[in-house]
């Protein structure tokens, strides 16, 4: 009599390519979530640098000494705030604004930094 099925071996051995197979797709996803995230922080700093200067500078010839929803009034509110749901200048974003040579509440120039995930930070200055 011939008996159907698989046997032990052949079980454990497409067990494991499954299990191995689960491993690197959660890997890439997880590494796919950091890399959009990352973008995300990229593109906000971005937007804030464009505002600060081709807004901002040129109708007020210097810098805020932060950066608001008040002052970057041409910038989505989204932006303000990271990927973890903290607003810029609030001491747990990943976004920084370094304002410098400030008299006033006016600055000369700054710095605009994101905490990446994947890479260095991402780090834009004033142009002047």
Do not use: H, W
Not at 36 to 52: H, P
Not at 112 to 121: G, I, N, Y
Request: glycine share 4%.
């Amino acid at each position: 009599m011939q008996q159907r099925g698989f046997t032990v071996i052949e079980l454990l051995v497409v067990i494991v390519l499954f299990s191995a197979t689960t491993a690197v797709a959660f890997f890439q996803f997880n590494n796919f979530q950091q890399m959009n995230r990352d973008d995300t922080r990229r593109t906000a700093i971005n937007a804030m640098y464009y505002n600060l200067e081709d807004i901002f500078y040129k109708t007020n010839a210097y810098y805020p000494d932060e950066v608001t929803e008040k002052n970057l009034t041409s910038m989505d509110k989204a932006l303000f705030t990271d990927p973890n749901g903290q607003t810029i200048g609030s001491g747990q974003s990943d976004y920084k604004y370094e304002p410098t040579n400030c008299e006033a509440g006016k600055c000369k120039n700054y710095t605009l930094r994101a905490d990446l995930e994947k890479e260095a930070d991402f780090v834009k200055s004033s142009d002047r």
